[in-house]
Nanobody
Framework: QVQLVQSGGGLGQPGGSLRLSCAASGFTLDYYAIGWFRQAPGKEREGISCISGSDEMTYYAESVKGRFTISRDNAKNTVYLQMNNLKPEDTAVYYC???????????????????????????WGQGTQVTISS
């Protein structure tokens, strides 16, 4: 069965850390860009971080930049989201999904990902609750 299986998350404290995992089952993750999204009650889904299949390109939303780190281990068919310096506003249900990215180009000519979004027929993880509270 083709699916993304999430683990990690749970209850954390402000300033603390948690790690989310997203493991592919039934397909090889190497060829897919993967993103993490979150949705808090009453808010729209937010794309927070994405990583290319080759691990060369990443994207971070401003809300998590400098605090969250996305990585992947293709040998383990898994993508990770390390979340540090957590804040109460990080409380949400977190999802991983296959994504496509928008490519931007800086004034120096280098390319970067300016955004990412789920692919039209995305594989999605089942969702993981992250609650940050003292």
């Amino acid at each position: 069965q083709v699916q993304l299986v999430q683990s990690g998350g749970g209850l954390g404290q402000p300033g603390g850390s948690l790690r989310l995992s997203c493991a592919a089952s039934g397909f090889t993750l190497d060829y897919y860009a993967i993103g993490w999204f979150r949705q808090a009650p009453g808010k729209e889904r937010e794309g927070i971080s994405c990583i290319s299949g080759s691990d060369e390109m990443t994207y971070y939303a401003e809300s998590v930049k400098g605090r969250f780190t996305i990585s992947r281990d293709n040998a383990k068919n898994t993508v990770y989201l390390q979340m540090n310096n957590l804040k109460p506003e990080d409380t949400a249900v977190y999802y991983c999904a296959t994504v496509s990215a928008t490519l931007g180009q800086s004034s120096s000519g280098s390319y970067y990902w300016s955004n990412c979004r789920p692919t039209p027929a995305a594989y999605w993880g089942q969702g993981t609750q992250v609650t940050i509270s003292s």
